[in-house]
């Protein structure tokens, strides 16, 4: 008689406007489907977070507001995500605020993304992430993240107390190690992003020309926009941003879609990026990059950059622009690849042995 395979639940920021929010989910649930498991998104909704998430993608830069010839890019790429995110393995659709009709799983994976961090402006603080109210016999953390909430601000003892219900935690930072470490008297595990876990589910056909570098986040500080410019006059690459418009860019491509920021990033020469997982993508595909993260991201990406030993491609501004140039044209070293194989393997024993 053939064996059931495992019922596994993931439960994360699946439905954010954000090229990482759906990569991450994506490639957790197929990843884990990739290993026999019976793996899917849990489809949890609240008319609050709707209403939150769409205004933010129509409006990302608050309090600047976005411009009329912007704003049919930014619905268009909003339209993308809802149908790529269709197409997800997901679970019947329940509400965010009743967690026990998610139905029963035999494990449910919490994470990755910022499933922890207090300070989300429309996810933070609710509870289901910590395990209340779910169904299953295990509860299992990868790759979770308190994002930028300080573990100098610690974790109360009844967020803790939550979180000990999971019988497995795993984190994707050091920022959230100490978290849990300090908070639950628990060593976590530290993974890889599930992008990284699995490069083969991000995979992407590149464009065709691939002769650009590639700008992802927005609100970039002045002397990096400058230092960026001056390389991309001297080498005659233009620069193109994705996602969210930047006035020094030389072309503008906002209404990507999720697939299409893949496929661009791995045609791109360099990526620069004040965003989380555009240093995830540049990483994943071996690509130059340079990042000054912005306020928001300044623990993960340094936390991030620690892991793998890429500390000198975060960058502030006593760099010099001849600094910038080498980073942008240098792509990723062999000893960083053989880093990412190394997590790569603690990161699937983690699961295997979590999920057994």
């Not at 997901?90 to 029963?104: K, M, N, V």
């Not at 994976?109 to 209340?132: A, C, L, M, Q, T």
């Not at 890429?310 to 760099?319: A, L």
Request: aromatic letters at 10%; glycine letters at 8%; one cysteine or more.
């Amino acid at each position: 008689m053939a064996v059931r395979p495992q019922r596994i639940g993931v439960l994360t920021f699946h439905k954010c406007v954000n090229y990482g929010s759906y990569w991450q989910a994506r490639s957790l649930a197929q990843g884990l489907q990739a290993y026999g498991y019976d793996a899917e998104l849990l489809d949890h909704d609240c008319e609050s977070v709707r209403r939150a998430e769409a205004k933010c993608a129509l409006q990302p830069k608050l309090p600047q507001r976005t411009s009329r010839w912007e704003m049919p890019q930014y619905r268009a790429k909003a339209r993308k995500f809802v149908d790529a995110v269709a197409r997800l393995p997901l679970s019947r659709r329940f509400s965010l605020d009743d967690p026990e009709a998610a139905g029963e799983y035999d494990a449910i994976v919490v994470g990755s993304d910022e499933v922890w961090n207090f300070r989300h402006p429309w996810y933070g603080s609710k509870p289901i992430f910590f395990g209340d109210g779910l169904k299953a016999d295990r509860l299992v953390s990868y790759a979770a993240s308190f994002g930028n909430h300080s573990a100098w601000d610690g974790i109360d003892p009844g967020w803790a107390n939550k979180l000990q219900q999971f019988s497995a935690i795993s984190v994707r930072d050091e920022n959230s190690r100490v978290l849990v470490k300090d908070g639950l008297e628990r060593e976590p595990a530290v993974v890889l992003d599930p992008c990284l876990q699995f490069p083969e589910l991000a995979a992407a056909e590149p464009v065709s020309s691939g002769d650009y570098a590639l700008l992802y986040g927005y609100g970039f500080p002045g002397w990096l926009s400058a230092h960026v410019r001056r390389w991309s006059e001297r080498t005659g690459i233009p620069l193109l941003s994705v996602g969210y418009s930047n006035e020094w860019a030389d072309e503008q491509r906002i209404n990507a879609g999720p697939i299409e920021f893949a496929r661009l990033v791995a045609g791109a020469r360099a990526v620069v990026t004040n965003f989380f997982h555009g240093c995830v993508f540049s990483l994943l595909y071996g690509k130059p990059w340079v990042t000054a993260p912005s306020e928001y991201r300044s623990i993960k990406i340094p936390d991030l950059a620690s892991l793998l030993g890429v500390q000198s491609h975060v960058v502030d501004e006593q760099v010099s622009a001849a600094s910038v140039a080498e980073l942008l044209d240098t792509p990723m070293t062999p000893e960083v690849a053989r880093r990412l194989q190394e997590l790569r393997g603690r990161s699937e024993a983690y699961l295997h042995e979590a999920l057994s």
